[in-house]
């Protein structure tokens, strides 16, 4: 298996635009997860999906921040408008939670907002 | 609220001396255990898992964790690390009922230097 895939994996851009973030969970995972990792505040958990369905959206930091799963294998992450206060690491995970609930974490998507 | 307390952010060691990471949870009802490892810019991978039996838990690399329930806690350790060891750690708690969400620690940064 190929695991968690993001795209892209780095991401510069203007304040003020749009931004969209990409993610592949593993093939049968019925949960995926998206994350959010800075200096600042760590690691923090923004949003995450059980089959397709939003589960639990509390972690998103403002309307400026929405995400969708339109299929079993994939989803985005979407800023609009970015601010530079948004750049961090992006992760992506994804878990098939059957006896324990381990995630498995892709690659990440570094986004700078200059 | 369930909360997950790491309480070393930084620790610097010597090759072969050995290494414990403290992880405590609040939270009253059975949970699983999880740690991650994350090298210089790479992404999440497990090294641990606890969810159930033998408290004491070996996982990758030459790592193990100690899950003791009265203190709510599930420790980290290696008898010998290696300049290879340098990475930030995370430990994370799932609910085993209900969501299937992390709730993870602080992380901690942790240097060997050769």
């Known amino acids: 298996d190929a695991g968690v895939i993001q795209s892209p994996r780095h991401e510069v851009t203007e304040m003020g635009q749009e931004v969209t973030l990409r993610c592949k969970p593993i093939s049968g995972h019925d949960y995926l997860f998206w994350y959010r990792q800075t200096m600042m505040r760590g690691l923090e958990l923004l949003i995450y999906?059980?089959?397709?369905?939003?589960?639990?959206d509390s972690g998103m930091p403002e309307d400026r921040f929405s995400a969708k799963m339109p299929n079993a294998s994939f989803s985005t992450l979407k800023i609009q408008p970015s601010e530079p206060r948004d750049s961090a690491v992006y992760f992506c995970a994804s878990s098939y939670p059957r006896g324990s609930g381990e995630q498995y974490f892709g690659p990440g998507t570094r986004l700078t907002v200059t | 609220a369930q909360s997950v307390s790491q309480h070393n952010h930084h620790v610097i060691l010597s090759e072969a001396a050995s290494l414990e990471l403290g992880c405590n949870y609040s939270?009253?009802?059975?949970?699983?255990l999880f740690w991650y490892v994350q090298y210089p810019g790479q992404h999440l991978q497990l090294l641990l898992k606890?969810?159930?039996?033998?408290?004491l838990v070996k996982g990758i690399k030459g790592f193990e964790a100690e899950f003791i329930k009265s203190k709510f806690s599930f420790n980290l350790r290696k008898p010998s690390v290696q300049w290879s060891d340098t990475a930030e750690y995370f430990c994370?708690?799932?609910?085993?009922?209900?969501?299937?969400?992390?709730?993870f620690g602080t992380g901690t940064r942790l240097k060997v230097l050769a």
């Open positions: 939270y009253g009802g059975t949970v699983n």
């Open positions: 999906f059980n089959n397709n369905v939003p589960i639990d």
């Open positions: 994370a708690v799932s609910l085993t009922s209900g969501t299937y969400k992390y709730i």
């Open positions: 606890y969810f159930s039996g033998d408290p």
